[in-house]
């Protein structure tokens, strides 16, 4: 097959491709430790090599159970003729047999075979990752989606794939409810995607996900640092009466507040503090209106009451309703107070 044998790059670095385009290749390898992004990687090859050859022979092998001889038995080319993908998994548990036989494989690949290798992460079998980089086959880095502003590029490609068009307001609406799962993100993706007739608003996804944790919590930050007390302090009780813990509500706060304060002490455009801090141009324009209600003095009280309301709901205090209670009413009074 032709797609087996990718042209090798020049450099280690000109190798590197994404989970969304990766392509087969004679050596295909997938790192980093996000699991989900790993599977859509693989499941992706394994589509692209069974629509170009149809009667692939898919074999799986696992790196830390591997027994000497395996991968060139697998790879044998077979009676038929027909193209293999071998997938191998546990490459961070791989054993010196593995090691030992992929490093020949690796110099010298079968044509034909497609052979998938997923690392999740470690040192161990360094070399054989140091030998295919440098060989000029694709590599592919999955890690975790961990700032926002990554989370919502995420959210904005698979609507961009499926065809269907989302609100930026329902974007930030999704990440907010789901967005601590990148599987559960993607599924929630899916699902509006399936299921809207029209662009996908914050309307919608406050009807499929307004009830999560984490969309509730977030109802009760963004109502306090807007200095609406009486709603922040009603969406915590309703919060809190239908069994929200305590923990997800003050470390909605606390993010709210750190964004704040980074883009209260950074100087420069929106766009320049965006670059500068990582963060999206939306979020950073967002914190920069809400920053005009609040004194120094006010941000600094309610960073630290929320840093002991955080210790209090930990463990640190009998009462941890009110300990949330009571940095939702500072917080909410320092911003609306000048």
Same mark, same amino acid.
């Given at each position: ?14 190798? !590197? ?23 859509? %990687? ?20 696992? $790196? ?23 997938? +191998? ?17 690796? %110099? ?7 052979? +998938?290798? *997923? ?41 961009? !794939? ?7 307001? %329902? ?78 509500? +003050?470390? $909605? ?8 304060? *980074?883009?209260?002490?950074? =100087?420069?455009?929106? !766009? ?34 929320? !840093?002991? $309301?955080? $210790? =209090? ?26």
């Amino acid at each position: 097959m032709a797609a087996a044998q990718a042209p090798k790059a020049k450099t280690p670095s000109a190798n !590197a491709a994404t989970w969304r385009d990766v392509a087969p290749a004679a050596v295909v390898l997938i790192t980093g430790p996000e699991e989900y992004l790993g599977i859509r %990687a693989m499941d992706r090859l394994r589509g692209l090599v069974r629509e170009a050859m149809p009667d692939v022979e898919v074999s799986k092998l696992n $790196a830390g159970a591997y027994e000497a001889g395996a991968l060139a038995m697998t790879v044998t080319p077979s009676l038929f003729g027909e193209g293999k993908l071998l997938e +191998v998994e546990g490459l961070e548990a791989m054993n010196e047999a593995f090691l030992s036989d992929a490093l020949a494989y690796v %110099a010298k690949p079968e044509d034909d075979v497609v052979l +998938v290798l *997923r690392h999740s992460g470690g040192t161990r079998g360094k070399k054989l990752l140091d030998a295919v980089k440098a060989a000029g086959w694709p590599v592919v880095d999955c890690q975790p989606l961990k700032k926002d502003a990554d989370k919502v590029s995420f959210v904005v490609a698979e609507f961009k !794939a499926g065809g269907r068009r989302i609100e930026t307001e %329902a974007v930030h609406a999704l990440v907010n409810a789901v967005g601590t799962s990148l599987s559960e993100l993607a599924a929630s993706c899916r699902q509006l995607i399936a299921d809207a007739t029209t662009a996908v608003d914050a309307a919608m996804v406050e009807r499929y996900y307004g009830g999560r944790v984490e969309a509730t919590a977030f109802k009760v930050a963004d109502a306090a640092m807007a200095g609406n007390a009486a709603l922040a302090l009603s969406s915590l009780r309703h919060a809190l009466a239908t069994g929200v813990d305590p923990v997800p509500l +003050v470390a $909605a706060l606390a993010a709210k507040l750190r964004t704040l304060a *980074r883009v209260a002490g950074a =100087q420069g455009s929106s !766009a320049q503090i965006a670059k500068l801090l990582g963060m999206q141009p939306w979020l950073v324009e967002q914190a920069q209106r809400d920053v005009r209600r609040w004194t120094p003095e006010g941000l600094i009280r309610s960073i630290q009451v929320t !840093a002991e $309301a955080d $210790a =209090q709901v930990k463990g640190l205090s009998r009462d941890p309703v009110y300990a949330v209670e009571h940095a939702v009413t500072v917080i909410a009074t320092s911003a609306r107070g000048r």
